[in-house]
């Protein structure tokens, strides 16, 4: 099981992926929004969604998880 | 015949011969098994071929016995692309590369002396259990340490690479924790200021030395170690590309090198790399890639900060050090640790005559109470602090985004620019837009009978005014570019500063923050 965290403060501009998705190394899972940046989260490695742990809106602090991989 | 002369001179061969041998056949087994090469074999990796001159061979250890040949340590000089290089290699097959009190106190020593004394660059192949405990383990401990004094006599002066083959545990991490450049081999190299068995002792924590000071932790999370590295072989390789960007000493020029890359090519693609929308994250590495020198470009702690790019290239030969924010992690933010990282390396090539190359495009400093927690205001300064302090010939690119602090420590107007030019797109303000309209129309805003409306008609007209031609019109910027003209910009500029001179008011030293 891999957590996947906010690598900062921000809110989810939009979540780009739901749980059960078999997503790539690489792959774009949701995008956060902060200091007038859109920033990408990607899935450190393939695997499957298990979970996703926010909503678009959201405000999501450093080091929360977004994403579980399995 | 003269019996007693060959029977002497057979007598060095033999002495010679026994310390070539290192620990023996088994224990350079051992060494092989592990995915190791021996210190002699990485020394033959490290120089150009028959260049190697050793000294203190016959070395052994300081009781006299033939039980640690040439004191676990293999030093001398040889060359390096034709330039004189130094080194102190440990060699783990002769108790496990610990530091015994000839090896230390006369052999390494010497090395750092005479390296010094000639103005070359000193190269430790690390690979030792640290401090020999038998040795050291009394109070004769008061007489230790200058080591790490002479290394930062040395520091700025000649260049410092620390090649992390094995381990480093205790003291000696130190060795790498001041020097310039600390490549570190996957799965076999460690350091950490206490070894897992100290550290079980003193504090009853149990953890494996690959755990707690492998690459994993020190090119990922610490930032102690630069590249990460597959093995031995590839770690000597880095090792000398390194060295292939950076003068002998600080009182000679970069080396230049033949590329063959025209320096007024104009660069291909960058409109299909940097995104029309300026909130869109990408890659700033395929920039540098499509502007600098065909393969010259040399990553350094690539896995650390990734939100700054840091590392060499060159451009039109010309040996440089390239600072560019990141906009695919964190947006290219910049936070503590990227700004420590830009920092430390704006003060390596200012102190090795490397040129600077500044590809900004940054939405300022990370803000909010988690930063200020972990004091981003005096890790910030250090990278004002390094680019205003550096003389070298500094050329600045304003790519997209220049917001705020980030502008400045991007070596904006005011950080003695040579050249600082814009693309068309570039935003250069003290904020965003929202950000400027929320403090100075706040009152405005709250008061207006559609406050949306009115927000967004204050934003759209400050928006008009963040534009590089506003700069450019003032002449606070040199020109605005067409991007596909930006290496011939920079390789021109870098020629116009080759002469610099900054001459500062005297002082003992400045007081960077740290």
Redesign the interface.
Known sequence: MTEVKA???GNVWKVKTSPGAQVAEEEELLIL????????VTAPRAGTVREVRVKEGEVV??GQVLVVLE | MNDDFDARVADLKARRQRNLAMGGEEKIAKQHERGKLTARERIDLLFDAGTFVELGLLAQNRDGSDTAPADGVVTGHGDVDGRQVWVIAYDFTVMAGSMGAVGEQFKAARVRELALRYRKPIVWLLDSAGARIQEASGSTFAGTGWLFADQVVMSGVIPQVAAMLGPCAAGTAYIPGLADFVPMVKGTSSMALGGARLVKAATGEEVTDHDMGGSQVHCYESGVGDNEVANDADCIATVRRFLSYLPSSNTEATPVVETGDPADRPVEGLDKIVPANPRAAYDVRRVIRAVFDGESWFEVKPAWAKNIVIGFARAGGQAVGIVANQPMHKGGVLDSDAADKAARFIRMCDAFNVPLVYLMDVPGFMVGSQVEKDGIIRHGAKMLYATAEATVPKVTVIMRKAYGAGYYVMNGKGYQPDTIVAWPFAEISVMGPEGAVNIIFNKQVEASDNPEATRAELVAKIRESINPYLAAGWAMIDDVIDPAETRRVIVKSLEQARDKKIDRPWRKHGNIPV
Do not use: G, H
């Not at chain 1, 929004?33 to 990408?40: A, L, N, R, W």
């Open positions: 690598e900062l403060v929004e902060s200091m007038k940046m859109e920033i990408p602090k450093e």
